[in-house]
């Protein structure tokens, strides 16, 4: 079991940026590639970006490529997702989620945290 608790969203103006965090705990965080998805009112849920267990590889949704990015810190068992150049299209509940198979993480990762709400005004 591995429990995930997102922090770091709240209320900013577009242009501007956000970083957030997700810890880990439970089973070995390094065996698991971690991401991010996010859910806005009244949308289906969407992948946003995955990093691989060694922090190697990453990928990103086309929306967010080039103003999102995905890092971890292992010894910390934290992912983090900085987010540059946000948009009003932003706004959403951003959900951590955790998959031991990075190839499959897009499809449907196995842990999911609570989420934290990221809201952009224009």
């Known amino acids: 079991q591995v429990q995930l608790v997102e922090s770091g969203g709240g209320l900013v103006q577009a242009g501007g940026s956000l970083r957030l965090s997700c810890a880990a705990s439970?089973?070995?965080?390094?065996?698991?590639?971690m991401g991010w998805f996010r859910q806005a009112p009244g949308k289906e849920r969407e992948f946003v970006a995955v990093i691989s267990w060694s922090g190697t590889n990453t990928y990103y949704a086309d929306s967010v490529k080039g103003r999102f990015t995905i890092s971890r810190d292992n010894a910390k068992s934290t992912v983090y997702l900085q987010m540059n150049s946000l948009k009003p299209e932003d706004t959403a509940l951003y959900y951590c989620a955790a998959d031991p198979s990075y190839a499959s993480f897009i499809l449907s990762p196995t842990y999911w945290g609570q989420g934290t709400q990221v809201t952009v005004s224009s």
């Open positions: 439970g089973r070995t965080f390094g065996n698991y590639a």
